[in-house]
């Protein structure tokens, strides 16, 4: 052997032993997952006391680094694909976007430009347009993937602002927001917080917040009197899929009246955009076609690996201005364009092999299949939990969000600690309308029926145990 393939060999080799042992780490993880205890057993400080320390002085082996890190890690890794981890909102990873996810780092393409790498920026295309039919959102919009919703919602506004700023006669590019006319965001009450962070980002300062009502929507009453107030540029920006009720602003309505003011309207969908893609859901996003842009997650309701989210824009001229590096507003791009005048990264993974990957293994009926059963497992929660003496469901069970109340404050505390300390299922505390409350969002494709009745149980032995008063 000359000596080039005998590097070639030695490297190889290194990468054959490093993934042969990440494979055998990786089934292991999923295969105890449906079993393990949900929450983790070590806090951070306790794996940095594994992991951290002084700076190795040397090099190790690959496949050593490999078994150290898993070692060190699992105990400190919380189920979050468990079939019973309902925090947060927060998916699990279907076998073959997960699959793929690996086979994206493997290729590490960096994704910004169609001549440069044109697998990827074709998978990311083909992807993008099945969304766009699965969704029913206008064909020729451009998909952005980013890391999440909070980016989403970031370049959806973006692309906002450019739009309402040329429209008032100001060139945003060339003098900045500073002596320019002022915009005015306009958005529920109950928007997700990264509304607001994205909002920063932008320099558009803190939105006029509009009244909602029971379940967290948006009043299209006062949507329209908070318009009449001013004049001049702007942007309303409406919720599908609220955190806590999972109830969606009313969008037909709410971008008609946004839009005889030229308001742009974005709809932050994180995880309700999904409910588009369902025929017994999809009167929940009713109109919202009609709306500017849209945000949504990969990672949650599609269930592809962390970090996956899609930015959509119906004016590709008004997102390739904000983003592209040659851009002009008035010229409008000529074909497809590049990823690059979608996203505010210039280099970035090709996440979106990812949901090409889950949207191939589903097909229309998997996607269906999964929203729809995504709804279902959080009825049949809600109506597990009401059950139970001294429960009760606050919310309209509208999507995939269940909120529930266990008698006092004090109470519900309570019982949602007992709850993550019995460890069979993890739910998360919060507080909505004025109460404290458990939280259940139900966004893993693999919740089956006895996840349900286990985690039921749970919140049942919860009741018992955590119970402060009657
Ligand atoms: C999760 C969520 C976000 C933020 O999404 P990330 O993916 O965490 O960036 C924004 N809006 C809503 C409604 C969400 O549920």
Redesign the pocket.
């Known amino acids: 052997m000359d000596r080039h393939s005998d590097r070639v060999t030695a490297r190889s080799l290194d990468y054959d032993a490093a993934l042969a042992r990440a494979v055998e780490h990786a089934r292991g993880w999923l295969t105890a997952l449906p079993d393990r205890p949900v929450p983790p057993r070590q806090n951070a400080d306790e794996v940095l006391a594994v992991v951290g320390g002084p700076v190795p002085e040397g090099p190790s082996d690959a496949a050593s680094v490999v078994d150290e890190l898993a070692a060190a890690a699992e105990p400190g890794l919380m189920a979050m694909g468990s079939g019973r981890f309902f925090g947060w ?1 927060i998916g699990g990873a279907l076998p073959a976007a997960l699959a793929a996810d690996w086979l994206t780092s493997t290729w590490d393409q960096n994704s910004g430009m169609r001549y440069a790498t044109p697998a990827a920026v074709a998978i990311e295309e083909a992807a993008g347009s099945w969304l766009l039919d699965l969704l029913g959102l206008p064909s020729d919009a451009s998909v952005g993937f980013v ?5 989403a ?1 970031f370049t959806g506004l973006a692309a906002g602002r450019q739009r309402v700023l040329t429209d008032a006669g100001w060139d945003l590019d060339r003098d900045g927001l500073t002596g320019g006319p002022r915009v005015r965001v306009l958005v529920g009450a109950e928007r ?1 917080d ?2 607001d962070l994205a909002l920063r980002y932008l320099g558009l300062g803190a939105p006029r917040p509009v009244a909602t009502d029971d379940q967290g929507r948006l009043r299209v009453d006062a949507l329209r009197a908070a318009l009449a107030e001013g004049t001049g540029p702007a942007i309303v920006c409406l ?1 599908a ?1 609220n ?1 806590h009720s999972g109830a969606f602003d009313p969008i037909a309505e709410a971008t008609a009246v946004a839009h005889e003011h030229d308001a742009w309207v974005h709809v ?1 969908g ?3 955009l999904w409910a588009g893609a369902s025929p017994s859901l999809r009167h929940l996003v009713a109109g919202y076609e009609s709306a500017d842009s849209w ?1 949504t ?1 990969a ?2 309701t599609l269930n592809v690996p962390y970090d996956c ?1 899609l930015a959509i824009v119906a004016d590709r001229a008004a997102v390739r201005s904000a983003f592209g590096v040659h851009a002009d507003y008035l010229v409008h791009a000529e074909g497809p364009g590049d990823p690059l005048e979608r996203v505010p990264e210039l280099s970035r993974r090709a996440r979106g092999i990812t949901v090409w990957a889950a949207l191939r293994s589903l097909g229309r009926s998997g996607v269906v299949d999964l929203v729809d059963r995504l709804a279902l497992r959080a009825r049949q929660i809600a109506e597990g939990i009401a059950e139970i003496d001294g429960a009760e469901i606050v919310n309209e069970v509208a999507f995939t969000q269940v909120c529930a109340a266990f008698g006092s404050d004090e109470n519900t505390r309570a019982v949602t600690a007992a709850l993550i300390a019995d460890g069979t299922s993890w739910m998360s505390g919060s507080r909505w309308q004025g109460r404290d409350i458990l939280r259940v969002s139900v966004s893993n494709w693999s919740t089956d029926e006895d996840d349900v009745s286990r985690s039921v149980d749970a919140v049942r032995r919860a009741m018992a145990t955590g119970r402060v008063s009657a």
């Open positions: 909102v890391t999440g919703a909070t980016m919602n997700h990264t509304v919720q899929g955190v932050d994180a995880f309700g945000a997650d990672h949650k989210g």
